[in-house]
T-cell receptor
Framework: NAGVTQTPKFQVLKTGQSMTLQCAQD?????MYWYRQDPGMGLRLIYY???????DKGEVPNGYNVSRLNKREFSLRLESAAPSQTSVYFC?????????FGQGTRLTVV | GQSLEQPSEVTAVEGAIVQINCTYQ??????LSWYQQHDGGAPTFLSY????GLEETGRFSSFLSRSDSYGYLLLQELQMKDSASYFC????????????FGQGTTLQVKP
């Protein structure tokens, strides 16, 4: 049982480049989330999806877009990367109370 | 909006008991959960409270008082491997909705 799988694990982008972070879960959870975590900081919610076909903004949505492709997959897109988006990105899924996280994507924008 | 407050750092000795507090402000409330994160790793789920009272899972317990907008995580028989960051998180918009995290508490366990 893979749980929550994120790809890629590491990425370096140049300012202005675009990329999509992929996330898939095999636990049949309705809710999925994207967070960013900066050094020594907590997890800040970027976007979330309460169910297939719906997405909502979180605390820090600017500069990002998301797509809930189906119940399993929830992708995060950076259209024009900026150095301020250098961070570790975590995807999570949740049935109700608890959330399960992927291993994270370490993104550096130079 | 939602906000959560927890202490930034806690230090304790091996074998002791430590309590990490979390106070929250939210327009709606559907549950408080706790997560552990080791350096360089992903957060892992520890405990969840939807109703008032104590939930016990092995060495870890979590308490919730909805009237006080307050909860805590209790770690007993501390081990060196418990050194990590601990986050509380509140679900504030339905059972499948927004999940907001606190800033985290770094626990250092000393021999």
């Amino acid at each position: 049982n893979a749980g929550v799988t994120q790809t890629p694990k590491f990425q370096v982008l140049k300012t202005g480049q675009s990329m999509t972070l992929q996330c898939a879960q095999d636990m049949n959870h309705n809710s999925m989330y994207w967070y960013r975590q900066d050094p020594g900081m907590g997890l800040r919610l970027i976007y979330y999806s309460a169910s297939e076909g719906t997405t909502d903004k979180g605390e820090v949505p600017n500069g990002y877009n998301v797509s809930r492709l189906n119940k399993r997959e929830f992708s995060l897109r950076l259209e024009s990367a900026a150095p301020s988006q250098t961070s570790v990105y975590f995807c999570a899924s949740s049935p109700l109370g608890e959330a399960f996280f992927g291993q994270g994507t370490r993104l550096t924008v130079v | 909006g939602q906000s959560l407050e927890q202490p930034s750092e806690v230090t304790a000795v091996e074998g002791a008991i430590v309590q990490i507090n979390c106070t929250y402000q939210t327009s709606g409330f559907y549950g408080l959960s706790w997560y552990q994160q080791h350096d360089g790793g992903a957060p892992t789920f520890l405990s969840y409270n939807a109703l008032d009272g104590l939930e016990e899972t092995g060495r870890f317990s979590s308490f919730l008082s909805r009237s006080d907008s307050y909860g805590y995580l209790l770690l007993q028989e501390l081990q060196m491997k418990d050194s990590a960051s601990y986050f509380c998180a509140v679900r504030s918009s339905g059972n499948t909705g927004k999940l907001i995290f606190g800033q985290g508490t770094t626990l250092q366990v000393k021999p």
